[in-house]
């Protein structure tokens, strides 16, 4: 069993260590199946650029192909997402620490970007929108019982995801609009702390 819990460390590890693959992978888990022209559009990237890792998501296991279909004589495939596109605590713990650092900091650096960006163009003017901080001391069981809490909050969150797909997908073309919303879970050690 702990070699194969390596493996899929190692090799989730490998699929998030690019940037694209981490949001393909993301997009899928979050969106279901989509087609890499489809990812492509979302993602603002180049087909060619998607296309490539998507394949190395397949080559990794963590994508799979659902169906093809016939799209303007070319056969268009989409795939899903068969892995959860991030490590929970216990997979980060084996890896090495220079791997979880960059990995941490490219995550933290995507956050900031996309926060940063919905300030300047209105993101945080809904009411329902939550900001908040705290500075907290805790034990060391204080601090488990924290990051427990924020996993379980993590799965509430997509577990709601799911729910308004489905509510979304059962109304048709009567759907309303869904809104695109990010939430973000941090609990750390600020730098000088104990």
Avoid at 15 to 39: D, N
Wanted: aromatic share 4%; with cysteine.
């Amino acid at each position: 069993m702990p070699e194969l819990h390596r493996h899929l460390d190692e090799r989730l590890a490998k699929a998030l260590s690019h940037p694209l693959r981490a949001r393909i992978l993301l997009r899928l888990s979050s969106g279901g199946v989509a087609s890499p022209s489809e990812l492509a559009r979302t993602l603002g990237a180049a087909i060619s650029t998607v296309s490539y890792h998507i394949r190395v998501l397949r080559d990794l296991e963590c994508v799979e192909l659902v169906r093809t279909e016939q799209r303007r004589g070319a056969l268009e495939h989409f795939y899903r997402a068969t892995v959860e596109p991030w490590l929970v605590n216990e997979q980060l713990a084996r890896l090495p620490a220079a791997f979880r650092r960059k990995t941490v900091g490219r995550t933290l650096r995507r956050i900031f970007e996309d926060a940063s960006t919905a300030s300047r163009e209105g993101g945080f003017d809904d009411p329902e929108t939550h900001v908040s901080r705290a500075l907290l001391a805790v034990d060391e069981q204080g601090q488990a019982e924290i990051t427990a809490l924020l996993a379980k909050t993590r799965e509430a969150a997509l577990r709601i995801d799911a729910e308004s797909a489905a509510r979304q997908a059962g109304r048709g073309s009567q759907a309303h609009p869904t809104m695109t919303t990010e939430l973000a879970l941090m609990h750390f050690r600020p730098a000088g702390s104990n």
